[in-house]
């Protein structure tokens, strides 16, 4: 698969799940969930995401989904103000500019 059609693929996927969210659809969330669960450990890595996302996300509600679908028990979420996504997202992308450490 070429780097477009993966670059393509992954925005498709990213504005469904949104439209899905902000419609109130959040199986949806647990299916997208369940499939990064797969992925993570078909690659060999202990499944976890870092998501930001614009809504509040009951925590029990989270941790619940993601064990469900095969994540783990524990689900850490927190609020972030601006300046501290800010620095997440700098630190993130000039990681994965760079080449992944």
């Given amino acids: ?3 477009e059609e993966v670059n393509q693929r992954t925005k498709e ?13 959040s199986e949806v969330l ?3 969930l ?3 669960a797969r992925f ?5 890595v202990k499944p976890h995401l870092h998501v930001l996302i614009d809504r509040f996300v009951e925590q029990s509600w989270l941790s619940q989904a993601w064990e469900a679908v095969g994540g783990g028990r524990i ?3 927190r609020f972030v103000d601006l300046h501290r996504v800010s620095r997440y997202l700098a630190k993130y992308l ?7 450490r």
Wanted: hydrophobic content about 60%; cysteine-free.
């Fill in 40 to 44: 993570a450990k078909a690659v060999g």
């Fill in 30 to 32: 647990t299916a997208y």
């Fill in 34 to 36: 369940g499939a990064m």
């Fill in 75 to 77: 689900a850490d979420i």
């Fill in 94 to 100: 000039t990681v994965a500019v760079s080449g992944w």
């Fill in 1 to 3: 698969m070429k780097l």
């Fill in 13 to 25: 996927a990213v504005d469904f799940l949104v439209a899905a969210l902000e419609s109130g659809h």
